[in-house]
């Protein structure tokens, strides 16, 4: 307390500035980790160690102090090792000049989007022609979209239905559906699901993938079997099977169409969602 009430009296106009401007910086570096996997490990390494601080400070550990002060020291190599991914984005993103610009599609066309996937795996289960197709959301899927071949295409049924027949290059793969509701890539590869808690044991790599991709992002993932030519849709590491396209389309809105048009608050969303997928259940075990 005696510390904090110096640095109050000893503070001057330099000094708030200089604070100032340190903020912006770790505010502007925000942006370039926002939706991606690091913020959660950030926040755990943050929230560890102030409860370190915390501690030491109030019981007076040395022991724990001593380790907090060494920790600082190595961090600040293992940091640009842990965050090599979200670093080189970034950098890209500031040579490019379009870091701090997220543009999501418009309502009109994330509804197009929703209705022309729906028309394609409707037709695609009709013929059994396998598909694998996400749509980003908050979370970047660009380090996937690299791995396939780049497009930047309208999204359309027909587009849908040419890369997934069996005979061309493109259909062993995801198709990913980019921030700004466009074709962003085709034949990409996506990570593996390491679950062995799935809904069918059976299940071939395409849902794997679909898991995966739903595991370490918030995108959406509609699959089409080629065995059984089931529909399919994964979210949050979740795989809701058996879908025809009416269902998908319900659910489609859900996690990508109504909670963005209404844009309610976080946890209005999440209650909708559960709800609309509560009943979507309900309906389903009826009929089943």
């Not at 920790?71 to 090792?81: E, F, K, Q, R, S």
């Not at 497009?151 to 700004?180: M, Y």
């Not at 990508?256 to 009943?279: C, H, I, K, M």
């Amino acid at each position: 307390m005696v510390e904090l009430l110096w640095v109050l009296e000893n503070l001057t106009l330099t000094d708030l500035f200089d604070i100032l401007l340190v903020a912006l910086v770790f505010y502007g570096a925000s942006f370039f980790i926002r939706g991606t996997q690091a913020v959660a490990l950030l926040r755990g390494t943050v929230l560890v160690l102030v409860s370190m601080l915390v501690i030491s400070s109030l019981f007076n550990l040395l022991a724990v102090r001593w380790l907090l002060e060494n920790t600082v020291v190595v961090l600040g190599v293992a940091i640009p090792v842990i965050f090599q991914p979200e670093l080189r984005r970034a950098l890209e993103q500031l040579g490019r000049a379009g870091g701090l610009l997220n543009r999501q599609a418009p309502d009109s066309t994330r509804a197009r989007v929703i209705d022309e996937i729906c028309q394609a795996a409707e037709k695609l289960s009709e013929r059994r022609h396998g598909a694998l197709i996400v749509l980003e959301r908050n979370s970047s899927l660009q380090e996937y979209v690299r791995t396939g071949i780049p497009l930047n295409s309208e999204v359309t049924s027909q587009l849908l239905l040419t890369i997934f027949w069996p005979k061309t290059e493109l259909h062993d793969g995801a198709a990913i559906v980019g921030q700004n509701g466009r074709l962003a890539s085709a034949a990409s590869v996506l990570p593996l699901t390491a679950s062995r808690n799935l809904p069918d044991p059976k299940l071939g790599t395409r849902h794997r993938a679909a898991i995966g991709i739903s595991e370490v992002s918030d995108g959406v993932c509609v699959v089409v079997s080629e065995e059984t030519g089931r529909i399919s849709i994964a979210s949050a590491g979740r795989l809701i099977l058996r879908l025809d396209s009416k269902r998908l389309r319900t659910i489609l809105d859900a996690l990508y169409g109504q909670e963005r048009r209404q844009n309610p608050s976080w946890r209005a969303q999440a209650t909708a969602r559960v709800q609309r997928l509560v009943d979507y259940w309900r309906d389903w075990r009826k009929q089943a």
